[in-house]
C-alpha cells in the first residue's frame, strides 16, 4: 500500500473534525474524497502533510509510519500539497516561488529541467516569470501553486480544492493536467474537491466524507451513478 490512513481521529479544542476515517491509495491511483463544506476535507490533507497532529490514528507512507514526523521530512519524503486557497507567497516573483518549492536546492540542473517541463505545462508562468506572484489573477496563482507543488517531482500529491475560484475552462484545464500527471508520469494524487463532477470524472476510486465520517466508497463512476452521490453532489 501507498498510503494508509488508519482510525484517524482529529479535533479543534472540543470539536472533533474527523471521527474515525480509513482511506488507502495505491501507488499510481488517482483518488477523490468528496463532501460537503466542513465535513473535514482540508482536516485529513493537512493531516497527511504533517500540518496538523491528529488526535488518534496512523498515517503510513510506503510501509514507514509517519505519524509523528514533521511536515518538512514528509516533504522530503516525496509528499507534496496544493494547499487550500492557492498560498503563494505574494512578494515574490513567480520563478522565486517555483524556487521556494524546490527544496533539493543543490540539484540546479534538476531544477531547470522540472522547470521547463513546468512552464511547458502552465505557459501562463513562463509569460509572468519575472512578475510579483501577488499581480497574478486567482486563476493563474493557483496554476503558481501546482506547479509550485510540482517542481521537486513528488510521489505523491495532496490537492485541496484546486477548482475554486477558476472559471469553467480552466478548471477543464486543471483537472486534464492532473489526469495527465497521473496517466503519464504515474503520479499518485489525492483530490479534495467540492466540485464533485469534475473529480469524480478523473478519478478511479473515491471516498464521500459527511461530518468527518467517511459514509460512502467505491469505484468513482459507479458512485457517480449512485442516486445519493447524485442528488447530494451531483446536483440531479
Ligand atoms: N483551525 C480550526 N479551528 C477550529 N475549528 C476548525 C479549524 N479548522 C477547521 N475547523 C472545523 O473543522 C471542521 C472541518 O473543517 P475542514 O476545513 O476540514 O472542512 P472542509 O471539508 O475542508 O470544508 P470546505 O469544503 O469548506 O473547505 C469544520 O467544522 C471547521 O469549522
Ligand atoms: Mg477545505
Known sequence: MFLEVKGLHVSYGDIEAVSGVDFYLEK???????????????????CVMGIIPP???????????????PDFERAR???????????????????????????????????????????????????????????????????????????????????????????PKLVDQVFEILKRLNEEHGLTILLVEQNAYASLNISKRAYVLETGTCVLEGDAHELMSNPEVKEVYLGN
Open 77 to 167: 519524503m516525496g509528499i507534496r500539497i496544493v494547499p487550500e486557497r492557492s498560498r503563494v507567497f505574494p512578494r515574490l516573483t513567480v520563478y522565486e516561488n517555483l524556487l521556494t518549492g524546490f527544496y533539493r536546492i543543490r540539484d540546479r540542473e534538476k531544477f531547470s529541467e522540472r522547470l521547463s517541463w513546468l512552464y511547458e505545462v502552465f505557459p501562463v508562468l513562463r509569460n509572468r516569470q519575472g512578475q510579483l506572484a501577488s499581480t497574478l489573477s486567482g486563476g493563474e496563482q493557483q496554476q503558481l501553486s501546482i506547479a509550485r507543488a510540482l517542481i521537486s517531482n513528488p510521489e505523491l500529491l495532496l490537492v485541496d480544492e484546486v477548482s475554486m475560484g477558476l472559471m
Open 55 to 69: 488526535k488518534e490514528g496512523a498515517i503510513i507512507f510506503k510501509g514507514k509510519e509517519i505519524t509523528g514526523i
Open 28 to 46: 499510481g491511483e488517482l483518488v477523490s474524497i468528496i463532501g460537503a463544506n466542513g465535513a473535514g476535507k482540508t482536516t485529513i490533507l493537512n
